[in-house]
């Protein structure tokens, strides 16, 4: 077949589109365990090109740090100058380092990945961090910035592993196939209005405009399923950070950073609660136009003075 025909390189095209448009919505984010890596998850870079292949990389990241316990992985995969964000970890290369000789001295470490999201130069990873030294499990969202093809950034937070939760969801499970991507920046837009509506301008009694209030599904730890225990955990959380002694610069709940990819959307929000400054990252699950499933990892800020590094954690 001669593919130098401008008609019939042109009908390959579109079949080749057609095919990878097929794939994408049939492939779903799945969990990744021993040295199986599936991706969900299409998006572009700064450049226009597709970037599917973030998605692998943050995943490999991941495995070879903490199942492969690789030495090279972060010469692999990370690049300088590199910004850390999670306030655990020192900055640059030589923080990332030092978190991955931290995992490799903990021959039972591993980690089951279950969502991923791609948002242009942007990775996120939904898992869950086993066998560390001294540590429980932990539920874990990781964020990460890539240029040039290498993690030049990173974002994350953590939470121990909870028992299900009041409806008998648990942190991790659910759905997780990537869908509606022509939907992506509408969805992005409603997540950023609940937030703006709800959680800061506490307008409960609009809750029904952004959240199927029927069958709004919780895996939070502590709470159930259903918008009135939603609207009653938000109200806690405010009420307590505005009856705080801590004093305060802004809303108890400001939203700081929001990723999106089809029926997915993560909104990382600064929290001010008296129990402590957190950072929370709250994944939804958009159907039909509402919020309709939500996770969520409420990742504690230690004081400036306890922090590895001097970066915002947002």
Not at 97 to 118: G, K
Not at 172 to 183: A, N
């Amino acid at each position: 077949m001669n593919a130098k025909n401008p008609h019939i390189a042109a009908a390959l095209t579109v079949l080749a589109l057609a095919a990878a448009v097929r794939w994408r919505k049939m492939l779903p984010a799945i969990a990744v365990t021993g040295t199986l890596t599936l991706v969900s998850g299409c998006a572009t870079e700064d450049k226009g090109k597709p970037s599917a292949m973030l998605g692998e990389k943050a995943q490999h990241a991941l495995i070879d740090i903490f199942q492969k316990k690789d030495p090279q992985a972060v010469d692999r995969w990370f690049a300088e100058p590199f910004v850390q964000h999670d306030p655990m970890i020192a900055d640059g290369l030589a923080g990332v380092r030092e978190f991955s000789r931290d995992v490799a001295s903990s021959p039972n470490a591993n980690i089951t990945i279950y969502r991923t999201l791609i948002d242009g130069d942007l990775v996120l990873v939904h898992s869950k961090y086993e066998g560390l030294k001294d540590r429980p499990p932990l539920i874990a969202f990781d964020l990460f910035r890539f240029k040039h093809g290498k993690i030049v950034e990173h974002w994350g937070g953590q939470e121990p592993l909870a028992p299900p939760n009041p409806s008998g969801r648990t942190q991790v499970d659910g759905p997780t196939t990537i869908t509606d991507l022509d939907r992506t920046e509408a969805n992005r837009a409603l997540v950023q209005s609940f937030k703006q509506v709800v959680t800061v301008g506490q307008h409960f009694d609009r809750m029904g405009e952004f959240i199927d209030t029927a069958h709004y599904a919780q895996h939070a730890s502590k709470v159930g399923d259903g918008a009135a225990r939603l609207q009653t955990r938000i109200k806690d959380v405010i009420q307590a950070g505005t009856g705080s002694a801590k004093p305060k610069t802004g809303p108890v709940l400001q939203p700081r950073r929001f990723i999106a990819e089809g029926n997915f959307v993560l909104a990382i929000v600064e929290a001010n609660a008296e129990s402590g400054h957190t950072a929370n990252y709250d994944l939804f699950r958009v159907e039909n136009g509402k919020l309709a499933e939500h996770w969520d990892v409420l990742s504690i800020i230690p004081p400036p003075e306890q922090r590895k590094n001097s970066n915002d954690p947002f």
